[in-house]
């Protein structure tokens, strides 16, 4: 089942804008990270915020972590048409203590449209 | 290869068929993972590799599902006799799955197999 939710479910700006995407979670997390997918394709891994993090930033990317309201936010700042895409949140929920890969559980997404 | 690839893109199977799709992930990755995701959602969990050895089925909907990964490095995804319910998108992820407390697992995705079972 999905971990959480994220919101809005579509969003919607002109080229040049803010978009500000939000992601709530369930359990404890190990850290939480960011995903994009265009259409038809795979993800691509955006950025990573651990638990003990509270903020992160990446060139036009910048993540919140809240993990007392289990919520991340994910900024992009003067956004283009090529950021046209599904995010998606991930949560990993492995512990650290015992080294080895887990699976990550995904939010539901957010459809972002940027027009030009 | 540079990245996961995944084959085939595309597979249309009649219901009752039996399907394999294959993952060939990034070269001397230690972990592989297999997602479902359905149409206007996000990937969930089906099972998870380390090498050779299957740690994790957890997410497998049912026993029609099988997982492989026989030398630690490709693996297949076989569904026996596809429902209609079994359509959509198989994604196969690989991570290094380095040891220790500065593991991120991050993971690199395939671009998937879309299936649609009539």
């Known amino acids: 089942s999905q971990q959480g939710e994220e919101d809005p479910q579509a969003l919607s700006i002109q080229e040049g804008e803010n978009a500000t995407m939000n992601c709530s979670y369930k359990t404890s997390i190990n850290n939480l990270q960011w995903y994009r997918q265009n259409s038809g394709r795979g993800l691509v891994h955006l950025i990573l915020i651990r638990s003990n993090e509270r903020e992160k930033h990446s060139g036009r990317l910048r993540v919140t972590l809240d993990t007392s309201k289990k919520s991340s936010s994910l900024l992009i700042t003067a956004s283009r048409a090529a950021d046209t895409a599904s995010y998606f949140c991930a949560t990993d929920a492995s512990r650290v203590s015992s080294g080895s890969a887990r699976q990550l559980t995904f939010g539901s997404g957010t459809q972002l449209t940027v027009l030009p | 290869g540079a990245g996961v690839s995944q084959s085939p893109r595309y597979k249309v199977a009649k219901r009752g068929q039996d399907v394999a799709l294959r993952c060939d992930p990034i070269?001397?990755?230690?972990?592989l993972f297999w997602y479902q995701q359905a149409l206007g959602q996000g990937p969930e969990f089906l099972t998870y590799?380390?090498?050779?050895?299957?740690?994790?089925k957890s997410g497998l909907p049912s026993d029609r599902f099988f997982a492989e990964r026989p030398e630690g490095s490709v693996s297949t995804l076989k569904i026996q006799r596809t429902q209609q319910e079994d359509s959509a998108v198989y994604l196969c992820a690989s991570s290094s799955g380095l040891a220790g407390a500065s593991a991120k697992n991050i993971q690199y995705f395939g671009a998937g197999t879309r299936l649609s079972v009539l």
């Open positions: 070269s001397g990755h230690v972990s």
């Open positions: 590799f380390q090498n050779e050895a299957q740690l994790d």
